[in-house]
């Protein structure tokens, strides 16, 4: 399975947070992919939204998942919304309120550079749901146009394996004016990599 940012799990950013930003050096590929995303979205907050999710997240000294291999931890548990909510002298459910207000920003802003991401991968799958690719599709320009192609002939897979889907090259004009299209149509665009499997 690839990635398409349509759905974003924030808090699970969040408390990788700080153990990506630490271990920068020993990222793995998709790793890099996630703080990518993060590290693109964090500084769209404002500054009261950024504080009280580094608050939480990143300050949190509980690690959690140890990776042997490379003799780091890829998370961290985050603060207790009680123990925040005292420390900071509020009820817990304004402090829960503020939190999940915070994290909700942070989602859209997310969402948002996910699509930017995807925008320019320069290859990838359609699909029209989590489990039917095209796996063929007939795109062709319009002989009298610059600006139209045709679409015909798609071909669903429950796309299981690479080999059952079409992999869609972006820097051709024709196949990116036909992507568009059938976006139009409702498919959606998934980035060709099979590591990144974390959405």
Known sequence: MGRDYKEIRVQYYLR??????????KLLPYEIERAKLLFNSLPKLSKDELKILKEKYYDSENVSSYDSDRGIYNSRIP????????????????????????????????????KQIMEREKTIYLKINHSLYIKSVDIQAVAY???????????????VMCDDKQVFDMTN?????????????????EAVDSDLNYL
Do not use: P
């Open 16 to 25: 990788r947070w700080r153990c990506l930003e630490e271990n920068r050096d």
């Open 79 to 114: 603060i207790n919304d009680q123990v925040r909510a005292d420390q900071l002298n509020l009820d817990i459910a304004d402090y829960r309120k503020q939190r999940q207000m915070a994290e909700f920003e942070l989602e859209k802003h997310m969402l948002e550079v996910g």
């Open 145 to 159: 146009s610059d600006y139209y192609v045709t679409v015909s002939d798609i071909v669903l897979t429950h796309g």
């Open 173 to 189: 004009e024709v196949i990116k004016k036909g992507v568009e299209k059938l976006e139009g149509y409702g498919f959606i665009r």
